[in-house]
């Protein structure tokens, strides 16, 4: 079946359905006592779920409206995403109130019900009081709560087929927040397919992959490539929960050996999870041999980490080539990049001191470079490498934003024209318009796109650029207390801009040991950076903030270091920073709580 043929991706689900009534077109593992139990649904199934919610949303009038979806369940979340579809509603996929925190200020669920105004949320009876108890808390009592998963709700004979154009929207993906609040990116049937279409080209894709995640559903690469993908190639995927990988990433790697997983993927850091927490003796239980696109992105690349990952399962039949970087974000439907399906990776040494200049120059030995990972090569997208003050696109070879306009770029946020015309519609060259600028720098080699950090990340310290995901991964190389934690690199201007480090640790517990981790910590920095070191935090597992897909939101942990939110349970500050960021210890006197200086006897 040509997928071109469909205008709006409700036609191809329908066509999809009818074609495969009886295959599976996803299986949930859902974590029990006794180990995973898996919940199948069929395509016939899913298109008759999907008919009996429409019933019931039509009858609220959403058509063309927001609509949260809160799941706890893939199945139970896909039955409600195809409903919206059928009933021309605008999905919003957004975690469960209590998985995004207590505190509402954070709470991401919380933020994107304020944005949307949403007068229903979509929910299953498992997770109903909770969801109810939070409308209520949140003065949206008018929002009505409705539980899906109930048989009584809606009759699928009542349905009535909704005319949607290629224009219209499918569903609202919310961004992770990682340097702003969360804003909803407009994804139409005309991005969808036209990112699909790209995703099938880049990874080479069939009906006979077998797609398998632990991504939330309310992550564009979870929910785009490893749920949506299947859907448009007539395949079908498997799903871990999050919180089941987290704590056992085993499980992933147990369902990808078990159901023939031939495509899943995910940030960097699950692949170092895997290294570290999976033993020899459940390597050895594994086949990972038909795992042929093992995806990563989503965060920076590290080549130690493939490296390590392609070593730690080669016993398990696992191949080195399958490891796939890729590049993309939710603002272009989700895929930008990728390398060509069967090769090996492209990773190249450039010079450090001339990166921070914003130039690529090939390393000239051991000393003093920086290895960068290639995301392989755009499809069906025009990117262009662009100084970001002037809008002048930049030769090969050149550091600048990332910018690119095609099919899959979204319109722009949901009720946001200001933020939609500075991102979405960028002029370059005062000659070409409408590109997306993504606030991404990176550089072409050879055609090859490398990703080299955030654009409002990027901490200038005596004139020199240096990215914080370096500084943070280098500083968990000190001591094995960090292997595991989360660290967030950032600067603060105190007269001048400070390097601030706030880093999780774990087993550590006396002054004396902190003390030590944190010069060990500052030493490295001095000698490997060249700058100085002079603010660092140590912190409890967890206190480092994250967004859904594990990517640490050094924005926000700057906000809440300034705001004194954040400290450290050994901490070192220089007298400008901590005047700037402990004032009101000085003003209260919660200074004189504390004697001695948060160091153990000095300030610096």
């Not at 975690?95 to 933020?111: I, S, V």
């Not at 007539?234 to 990433?249: A, E």
Request: some cysteine; hydrophobic content about 40%; overall charge negative.
């Amino acid at each position: 079946m040509s997928e071109s043929r469909f205008a709006t991706f409700t036609e191809l689900l329908r066509a999809r359905t009818a074609e495969l009534a009886d295959e599976d077109v996803h299986v949930f593992l859902r974590d029990t006592a006794d180990g995973p139990v898996a919940e199948h649904l069929t395509y016939g199934e899913l298109d008759r779920e999907a008919r009996r919610i429409a019933a019931c949303l039509q009858s609220y009038g959403v058509a063309e409206q927001p609509v949260l979806l809160a799941y706890s369940s893939t199945v139970e979340f896909l039955k409600a995403f195809a409903g919206c579809l059928y009933a021309g509603a605008v999905a919003v996929p957004v975690p469960l109130p209590g998985e995004a925190g207590r505190d509402k200020r954070l709470n991401r669920t919380t933020a994107v019900l304020k944005d949307t105004g949403a007068a229903v949320v979509l929910t299953e009876t498992s997770a109903a009081p909770e969801v109810a108890l939070w409308l209520a808390r949140n003065t949206r009592s008018t929002a009505e709560c409705l539980v899906t998963d109930v048989a009584e709700i809606g009759d699928p004979e009542a349905w009535r087929p909704v005319a949607a154009r290629p224009d219209d929207l499918v569903f609202l993906q919310y961004t992770s927040g990682s340097v702003s609040e969360p804003r909803g990116v407009t994804v139409s049937h005309r991005n969808l397919l036209a990112n699909q279409a790209s995703l099938r080209e880049l990874l080479h894709t069939t009906r006979e992959d077998v797609f398998g995640s632990w991504l939330p559903y309310f992550h564009d690469m979870g929910l785009v490539a490893h749920l949506l993908h299947p859907v448009y190639l007539g395949s079908h995927s498997v799903q871990v929960t999050p919180l089941s990988f987290v704590k056992r990433p085993l499980r992933w790697l147990q369902a990808i050996d078990q159901y023939g997983v031939t495509v899943g993927g995910g940030p960097n850091f699950c692949y170092d999870l895997c290294v570290h927490r999976v033993k020899d003796e459940q390597i050895a239980a594994l086949d990972l041999s038909r795992w042929r696109l093992a995806l990563n992105g989503a965060e920076p690349v590290r080549a130690e980490s493939l490296d390590a990952f392609a070593e730690r399962f080669a016993p398990a039949g696992f191949r080195p080539e399958a490891l796939r970087p890729c590049y993309g974000l939710a603002e272009a439907t989700l895929v930008v990049s990728g390398g060509e399906p069967g090769t090996r990776y492209v990773r190249k040494e450039f010079d450090k001191t001339a990166l921070e200049q914003d130039r690529a120059v090939g390393a000239g030995g051991e000393d003093g470079h920086r290895t960068l990972v290639g995301c392989g090569v755009p499809v069906d997208m025009d990117v262009r490498i662009v100084d970001p003050l002037t809008h002048h696109e930049l030769p090969p070879g050149a550091v600048g934003e990332i910018w690119m306009r095609g099919y899959s770029v979204a319109r722009g946020y949901w009720r946001r024209p200001t933020e939609t015309v500075r991102t979405f519609r960028a002029s370059l060259n005062d000659e070409e318009s409408n590109f997306l600028r993504t606030g991404d720098l990176g550089m072409l080699v050879d055609g090859e796109l490398f990703v080299t950090g955030r654009l409002k990340e990027v901490i200038i310290i005596n004139g020199r650029n240096v990215y914080p995901q370096d500084i943070e991964w280098a500083a968990r190389t000190v001591s094995p207390a960090l292997t595991f934690g989360a660290g967030a690199a950032f600067s603060v201007d105190a007269g001048r801009e400070h390097l601030v480090l706030v880093q999780e640790v774990r087993g550590v517990g006396s002054s004396a040991e902190l003390r030590t981790v944190a010069q060990k910590i500052q030493a490295l920095i001095g000698q490997e950076f060249e700058i100085p070191a002079g603010n660092i935090l140590l912190v409890r597992p967890g206190a480092v903030r994250r967004t859904s897909s594990g990517k640490v939101q050094r924005t926000l942990m700057r906000t809440l270091f300034l705001d004194g939110v954040v400290r450290g349970e050994y901490e070192v500050l220089t007298p400008d920073v901590w005047a700037l960021a402990r004032a009101e210890d000085a003003l209260f006197g919660g200074d004189l709580l504390r004697p001695e200086g948060a160091d153990g006897g000095r300030r610096w």
